[in-house]
């Protein structure tokens, strides 16, 4: 091979890998999101119904999925544990919360989800469900499993990894399950490995002297 070939090939392939290197994960830990509000545009250059704003990753929401924020810090959700304190993603009405991402994104996402049904997420090549079906994932319920405990409440304690991997680009995602039995945290673009942030341990530690009320949906009444 010509000395001046190989330069221009291994200057390539730094270039590739530097690039490769830099690329961001974008995660959405819901934390800002208001109470129960729509997240509507939340990520996407607008507000949530209650007017909160938060980083501009081209990401919108459907009409019927919501913040929540956990009943220990005053909120009206029922769960411990979640992987960013105190807000997660749920739906209280329909069969879904739908994720746009207009830019479109490609190779895979991930996500931690707690539930007390059967979990359905799909992928779509266009926005708000359209174009074709590029993947899919069916989880089982898991909200209690593991032994866990409240944070000091909180019925839906254990957090699962879910993460799909998909050839094309994407542009929107179905996170399906029972209305008002299922919440998900960190969607994570470009990962299947969602970042965690865990609470201190001696808040579990605390919630073991404390038991829970037993209440088996996600949001408390
Ligand atoms: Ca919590
Ligand atoms: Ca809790
Ligand atoms: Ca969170």
Redesign the pocket.
């Known amino acids: 091979m010509n000395i001046k070939i190989l330069k221009a090939a291994l200057t390539g392939l730094v270039l590739s890998v530097s690039g490769f290197a830099n690329a961001g994960i974008i995660i959405l830990d819901f934390e800002g999101v208001g109470d129960t509000a729509n997240i509507n545009d939340f990520y996407n250059g607008g507000t949530d119904s209650l007017g909160n704003s938060g980083t501009n990753y081209g990401i919108s929401f459907g009409t019927n999925t919501l913040g929540c924020i ?1 009943s ?2 005053g909120g009206t959700c029922n ?4 992987p960013t ?2 807000t997660v993603m749920f739906f209280l009405s329909g069969s879904s919360s739908i994720l746009n991402n207009a830019a479109g994104f490609d190779t895979g996402f991930s996500f931690y989800y707690t539930s007390s049904t059967a979990v359905s997420v799909n992928i779509y090549s266009g926005l708000n469900l359209t174009g074709s079906l590029l993947g899919s994932i069916a989880l089982l319920s898991n909200h209690t499993a593991n032994g866990c405990v409240g ?1 000091p409440t ?1 019925t839906f304690c254990n957090w699962d990894i879910g993460s799909l991997g998909f050839a094309g680009m994407a542009k929107s995602i179905d996170f399906g399950g029972t209305a008002n039995e299922v919440g998900f945290d960190n969607i994570t673009f470009g990962s299947v490995n969602p970042n965690r942030v865990p ?1 201190p341990s001696s808040l579990a530690i605390f919630a073991l002297s404390i038991l829970g009320l037993a209440s088996s949906r996600f949001k408390s009444r």
Do not use: H, I, M
């Open positions: 956990d220990d810090v769960f411990a544990n979640e304190a105190d944070d909180g609470e």
